[in-house]
C-alpha cells in the first residue's frame, strides 16, 4: 500500500490507547505484506508473477477481497476493476521516463484488463490469469480493505471512539468523539474547485469515507496534463470529474466506490446510489 496510517483514539488512558493502536497497526502492516504488489513475497506479487498459467492458492482473506473487488466491479460497471495493472504500466506514471504510450500500446494493455479475465476457485481459494501479462493491482481498495480490519480489531479490544486513516485519502470512524459530537474530516480542494458545490468537510460517525481525485501523479506533454486515474474500460486518463468521495459504512467500498465514480462522473451518482442507498456521494 506504500502509505502513511494514523489512529486517533479518545477514551483510553494513553498506554491502553497506544497498546490499542500498535496492535492496528501492526495488522496493517500483516496486510501490506499479503497485498503488495511490490513485495516479493506477497500473495499479490506471486499472483502476478505466477497466474498467467497456474492456479495460486491464497489465504482466505486475501481470496475474499479479490471475490469482493469482482463484485464491486459489477455493480460499477467495470469502472473500478482491479486488473488495471497493465494499463498502470503502461502509462507509466511512476517512471521519471514516463512517456505517452502509442493507441496500439494502450489497446494492447487494455486487452490484459477486465475481472472476467481473473478466475476464482471458491473450493480451493485459489485464483489465475485467463491471459499471461496481467496482474492486479489493489491501489483503489487495500487501504480501505486495512482500515476496515484495523478497526475491527479496536472494536473487538473494546474501543468506542476513533478515526483511523490511510494516506489521508480513505478514514474510519468507530462511534463519534467522546463529546457525542461526529468526527469532522476536511477534504481538500485545488483552488480551481473551490468556487464549486462540493462540500469541503464531512462528518463521519461509525462510518468510513474515501476520496478519490485526478491531481498527484501525472504526465505532462504539450501543455496537457494526464493525471494518474485510468477509466480501466477505455486505458485513458479519467476526465469526467476532478474529485470524487463516497461515505458508506465499509471502507473498502468507499475506497472502491469512490474510484469508480470519479471514472463515471455524473452518471456514477445513480449507478453507486443503486448498489448502496444509504451512501453519500460528493462529486466535483
Avoid at 46 to 62: A, C, E, I
Wanted: with cysteine; aromatic share 4%; charged share 25%.
Amino acid at each position: 500500500m506504500a502509505t502513511r496510517f494514523e489512529i486517533l483514539i479518545e477514551g483510553l488512558d494513553d498506554s491502553r490507547a497506544r497498546a490499542a493502536a500498535e496492535e492496528a497497526l501492526d495488522e496493517i502492516e500483516r496486510l501490506d505484506r499479503q497485498l503488495s504488489a511490490f513485495n516479493p513475497s506477497s500473495e499479490i506479487f506471486r499472483l502476478n508473477t505466477r497466474g498467467g498459467g497456474d492456479w495460486v492458492r491464497l489465504s482466505p482473506n486475501v481470496f475474499s477481497l479479490l471475490k469482493q473487488a469482482r463484485e464491486l466491479s459489477a455493480a460499477t460497471e467495470g469502472a473500478f476493476d482491479i486488473t488495471i495493472g497493465p494499463l498502470l504500466r503502461c502509462w507509466g506514471f511512476m517512471r521519471e521516463d514516463a512517456a505517452l504510450p502509442s493507441d496500439e500500446q494502450r489497446e494492447r494493455a487494455r486487452e490484459l484488463v477486465g475481472m472476467t479475465k481473473l478466475l476464482l476457485d471458491e473450493a480451493t481459494y485459489s485464483a489465475r490469469f485467463e491471459r499471461d501479462g496481467m496482474s492486479v493491482d489493489l491501489g483503489a481498495i487495500g487501504k480501505g480493505h486495512a482500515l476496515d480490519q484495523a478497526a475491527a480489531i479496536l472494536r473487538e479490544i473494546g474501543v468506542n471512539h476513533a478515526l483511523a486513516h490511510g494516506g489521508t485519502s480513505t478514514a474510519i470512524a468507530i462511534g463519534p468523539r467522546m463529546d457525542g459530537m461526529p468526527w469532522q474530516i476536511q477534504i481538500a480542494q485545488p483552488e480551481q474547485l473551490a468556487a464549486t458545490n462540493a462540500r469541503a468537510k464531512v462528518e463521519l460517525k461509525d462510518a468510513a469515507l474515501s476520496v478519490s481525485a485526478v491531481w498527484g501523479k501525472s504526465i505532462e506533454r504539450d501543455g496537457r496534463t494526464y493525471g494518474h486515474v485510468l477509466d480501466p474500460r477505455t486505458g485513458v486518463p479519467v476526465q469526467s470529474a476532478q474529485l470524487a468521495a463516497v461515505i458508506c459504512d465499509s471502507a473498502t467500498e468507499s475506497d472502491a466506490l469512490s474510484t469508480a465514480l470519479l471514472t463515471l462522473g455524473s452518471s456514477g451518482l445513480e449507478i453507486v446510489k443503486t448498489f448502496r442507498p444509504q451512501a453519500e456521494c460528493i462529486l466535483a
